[in-house]
């Protein structure tokens, strides 16, 4: 890999190092539901640096986005957020400080985020 002037990139080979767990430790399934208005959410993962839910709408929703970014991944259904259409496949990030929005629809989604 090199630079936009051609040079090589610096490796930093024992940062790497010292960052991998080995052996491999999976993260244990942190599951925990909680219904609200119009919508399911499952905690599918959590650890100290980010968060897994599967989210079920089922009419319209209003979440908060707190989290340095969301990333959104569509896996059935359709609806809008914020009015714009989503369907299954789409995937899309919502950024820091865009504050709540509003889901429509009949759609399940995973919200993942950095903590």
């Known amino acids: 890999d090199r630079l936009q002037d051609g040079k090589p990139r610096e490796l930093h080979l024992q940062k790497s190092i010292d960052v991998i767990k080995c052996p491999y430790e999976e993260a244990a399934p942190d599951f925990h539901t909680e219904s609200g208005q119009g919508f399911t959410s499952t905690r599918l993962v959590t650890c100290p640096f980010y968060t897994v839910t599967r989210m079920q709408v089922s009419g319209e929703a209003v979440f908060s986005q707190d989290q340095p970014f969301q990333m959104i991944?569509?896996?059935?259904?359709?609806?809008?957020?914020?009015?714009?259409?989503?369907?299954?496949?789409?995937?899309?990030?919502?950024?820091?400080?865009?504050g709540s929005y509003t889901v429509k629809g009949d759609l399940e989604f995973m919200v993942s985020g950095v903590k």
Do not use: C, L, R
């Open 73 to 98: 991944s569509v896996f059935e259904g359709e609806g809008t957020f914020d009015g714009k259409p989503v369907k299954k496949g789409m995937n899309f990030i919502i950024p820091a400080g865009y």
